[in-house]
């Protein structure tokens, strides 16, 4: 079956620096689009950032755009998310999402990993 699995998380302070880490497995994990979706405290979801299947492509939300990097090995079936210059505004559950068919459609989630930006 399929599972993403993130890691990576924990409490940094600001202008630190986290890599995330999804491990996947279950599926064709070249074939894909792997996105990062991020869920404040008492907010919606928000996409943040996604990679195509062969990695070439990337894609930012404006506010992450600059300070994070997403990238993928699918040697190892391995996203990341290398994230810089974190605020508090980026605290929040990140989720690691597989796009299925068609584009757009996210069809499996992790269990999420907590990242907590604070002095």
């Known amino acids: 079956q399929v599972q993403l699995v993130e890691s990576g998380g924990g409490l940094v302070q600001p202008g630190g620096s986290l890599r995330l880490s999804c491990a996947a497995s279950?599926?064709?994990?070249?074939?894909?689009?792997i996105n990062w979706v991020r869920q404040a405290p008492g907010k919606g979801l928000e996409w943040v950032s996604d990679v195509f299947s062969d990695g070439q492509s990337t894609n930012y939300a404006d506010s992450v755009k600059g300070r994070f990097t997403i990238s993928r090995d699918n040697a190892k079936n391995i996203v990341y998310l290398q994230m810089n210059s974190l605020r508090p505004e980026d605290t929040a559950v990140y989720y690691c999402v597989k796009e299925g068919t068609p584009i757009g459609h996210y069809d499996y989630w992790g269990q999420g990993t907590q990242v907590t930006v604070s002095s």
């Open positions: 279950g599926f064709t994990f070249s074939t894909y689009a």
